[in-house]
């Protein structure tokens, strides 16, 4: 579906910044929905600068599909729970906890939490200041999933690598500065990454925006 509204572009002479993404214009707040390419805010309204109706200028600007929120609160419940169940039978059952396991673990804890601020951070709290901190941990979550991805793909294929070249299982010491580098880098290189991304965020105007969804 889609949502037509008459919009225009504002100056910087004719408008009020009252946060990241809404603006105070003629007395009336209205939320940003977008930037024109001059990176000019655009707004809905019913009239045009002169106050007369706005009738061949409308933006048509995309929403999900009927049924697609109901299938993204399903997927991301489902995606919860398999991260908990995870979790629960590796702490219970230390026998099974190889290394491959406690890497599978921190993948199940980086799924975990940015399902949950993604399903509930945009509607616990309406404040710039929480959208900015939601929008700065789900990033770092979600690039700590494909981190994580990454180095178990690299651990299977060193296990399977192993075991066709039929070498002898590796000391325990050796397993654990492994599994210390692998948490280094799988929490590590998204942390980096995040940093430096809000630093960007509060150094350079309109870089990256953080927590300015009007959602959240």
Partial sequence: GTINCTSIALDESEYQLINESTVLFQGEVYPVIGYDAN??????????RTGEIEINTTVTFLQYPKGFTE???IGCSLSIIGSLMILFTY????????LPSKL????AVAFLVSDLFFLLGGSIIRSVEFCTATAIIRHFFFLSRFSWMNILGVEYTRIFTMA????????RSSKKKLLIMYVILGWGIPLLITILTIIVNYTIDDAVRYGTDIDG
């Fill in 104 to 107: 599978l673990m921190n993948l």
């Fill in 164 to 171: 066709i070249q039929m070498k002898r299982d590796e000391k």
């Fill in 71 to 73: 299938l993204t609160y």
């Fill in 39 to 48: 990176d000019r805010p655009l707004i809905c309204v019913d009239f045009n």
């Fill in 91 to 98: 702490t219970i059952f230390k026998e099974i906890r190889t």
